[in-house]
């Protein structure tokens, strides 16, 4: 491998560890975070307050109604197939919901339930702040009337001096709850002013609860920008900036999504993630919290929406026309689009013929490197015409040790590389080919769903960690475990180093890195790396590289004869000696040599 793969190669590892640590707060997000959380913490119990002051005040407005504050409602259930969800007469609010097809990780999951836990009563609210000439009502806080009900569908009501409010809840096939927010006989509400407050601390339901943490947020999409979210790794507010399509309350594989049928204007549209820190009573169960007020644009006395509770499954979310995919973390730019234009297509038609997941990873990985064969080939060539070029190489490093004395040096190099048919960037440039797949597919196993409580040989789930040997204490920046796929993919990382590694150039200029020793550090900084993160990714890389060990061997021993490559370099470079015209020098090398001839008329002038 000539340096310049090298180069290529080390790139790679940086960027991949940087992916892996990007994500972490630094102390200056923390503190920052923790001034922020003090600051909410101090304007929620002033809120607090004034809500008190302002609710004794409706109770004692509306001391005739037949809604009266009280401290305890009934829960009433609805489901279908998919869904099953709680409703509590106070306030008439959505309490919890539960999927019915999917299961929390078994260590703490309900053992009375089967069905997995979004949220529960005491959870979440969705309570509607509607404004009247003598103040504000804060529907939670009143008791409403269950007025109709069915298996899937439930209606709520509530009555007040200035109307009536009509809360509609209805189940519909799939993960899908239509709900409709009525006002009749409207004798004094400001609709223009009325917003919807939605709130929810979802509870842990994966077994890498860290990385379910990490990724959970509060994604809305935007009319005109599209879609937008608050920080995944510290506690941040937003205010809408246009109209909001949707917002979807996301975690690492499941989410809420609120979509209304009129956007919900941007006057008054705000949002707040809060991380749960050490010491909050809520800090173990519980990833974030989640909280948006909306402002609501009525038609004709009414609003209306629809929730999708649910996985984050691409082809699921993909159906809903919507862009709900958009919050699928595969990456941006070009590297999302390789997962979903052909890692996710390829995946999961594999999966959809009955494969396994294990095997389905293995299929893929071969797939995505016969497709790179022709890129590996031409990385091989160029490593071996490098190789064979090495001699002379160290020969004018040799003849021009100063630094003065470089461009000669470089000017010489060129001419050998054009007389004998090699180039460095031959090697560097399929490199940078395949540099997108990799962080293409460091995006997709930890967000792909099919992989979520799937087994693999020794890993019970290819979502979390393997772990074939637990410690029972924690080892700081490593874990707790030993993680066998990040060995296996470790191993053969150094192995394919070694491989190569007659081919990595020492530094010539003092103060420069071996890129030997590089090389050989970043295997072993990968079992730290990757020991907490998906086995399915350690898996495919454990497999892809053993698959270019393997391709290597074969185009080595099969396909390319060295011996037979250095006569015919040998020979291109003595008829483009004897024939020096035959073909022209590069722009670049024209470059070069004029900027020599410049710089050696600069000395001449100096000297005189």
Request: net charge positive; proline share 3%.
């Amino acid at each position: 491998m000539d340096r310049n793969s090298t180069i290529g190669l080390v790139l790679i590892g940086l960027i991949i560890t940087v992916f892996s640590v990007m994500n972490q707060p630094s102390e200056a997000e923390i503190k920052a975070a923790q001034k922020k959380e003090a600051s909410a913490a101090a304007k929620k119990a002033e809120k607090k307050q004034n809500k008190a002051a302002k609710t004794a005040t409706s109770a004692s407005r509306s001391a005739s109604n037949s809604s009266q504050v009280v401290k305890k409602g009934e829960l009433t259930t609805i489901e279908n197939n998919e869904l099953r969800i709680e409703l509590n007469s106070k306030g008439g609010m959505l309490a919890g919901v539960y999927l019915k097809s999917y299961k929390s990780y078994k260590d703490f999951a309900d053992k009375k339930d089967d069905a997995l836990c979004l949220f529960e009563d005491g959870d979440a609210h969705n309570q509607l702040v509607l404004s009247t000439a003598k103040g504000k009502i804060y529907t939670k806080d009143y008791l409403f009337d269950l007025v109709k009900s069915s298996k899937n569908k439930a209606v709520y009501e509530a009555k007040f001096a200035e109307g009536t409010i009509r809360q509609t809840y209805a189940l519909k096939k799939g993960h899908d709850l239509s709900y409709n927010v009525e006002v009749l006989d409207n004798n004094g509400f400001i609709l223009d002013n009325t917003v919807l407050n939605w709130a929810a601390d979802f509870k842990k339901t994966e077994r890498l609860f860290t990385e379910q943490r990490r990724v959970s947020t509060i994604c809305f999409n935007q009319t005109e920008s599209g879609l937008d979210y608050l920080s995944e790794t510290s506690s941040e507010s937003g205010v809408a900036e246009e109209n909001i399509e949707w917002v979807a309350f996301k975690q690492s594989y499941f989410s809420a999504i609120l979509h209304p049928t009129n956007a919900f204007p941007k006057k008054g549209t705000k949002f707040y993630i809060e991380n749960f820190k050490d010491g909050h009573p809520q800090a173990w169960t519980h990833l974030k919290g989640y909280h948006a007020t909306m402002a609501l644009d009525f038609q004709n006395n009414a609003a209306s929406f629809n929730w999708f509770f649910g996985p984050n499954d691409y082809e699921v979310l993909k159906s809903y026309d919507s862009g709900y995919d958009d919050i699928l973390n595969f990456g941006w730019g070009l590297f999302r689009w390789i997962n979903i234009y052909a890692v996710q297509p390829i995946f999961n038609l594999l999966l959809n013929n009955g494969m396994a997941i294990g095997w389905a990873i293995l299929v893929l990985t071969l797939i995505l490197k016969t497709i790179l064969m022709p890129v590996q080939w031409k990385m091989f060539v160029s490593s071996v015409k490098m190789r064979i070029l090495k001699p002379e190489i160290d020969e004018l490093n040799s003849k021009y040790p100063k630094q003065e004395d470089a461009m000669k040096k470089q000017m010489e190099m060129m001419t050998l590389y054009r007389e004998s048919g090699a180039s460095p960037l031959a090697g560097c440039v399929p490199m940078l080919i395949q540099m997108p797949i990799l962080l293409a597919v460091f995006r997709f196993f930890p967000a792909a769903f099919e992989l979520r409580q799937k087994g693999f040989l020794w890993a019970e789930d290819l979502s979390s960690f393997d772990s074939i040997l637990d410690f029972g204490f924690h080892i700081p920046v490593y874990g707790d475990h030993i993680s066998l796929f990040t060995l296996l993919m470790a191993g053969t990382t150094l192995a394919y180093t070694y491989m190569n590694s007659g081919n990595m150039q020492t530094p010539q200029q003092p103060g420069m890195p071996d890129m030997r020793i590089i090389m050989y550090i970043f295997p072993f900084m990968m079992i730290f790396f990757f020991n907490n993160y998906s086995a399915g990714l350690s898996y495919y890389y454990f497999i892809s590289t053993l698959l270019s060990i393997v391709m290597m061997l074969l185009i080595k021993y099969f396909f390319v004869n060295e011996e037979k490559l250095k006569v015919k370099m040998a020979e291109r470079k003595a008829n483009n000696a004897a024939n020096p015209k035959v073909k022209k020098k590069s722009k670049f090398q024209e470059r070069l040599e004029e900027m020599q001839r410049q710089q050696q008329e600069m000395l001449k002038n100096r000297k005189k």
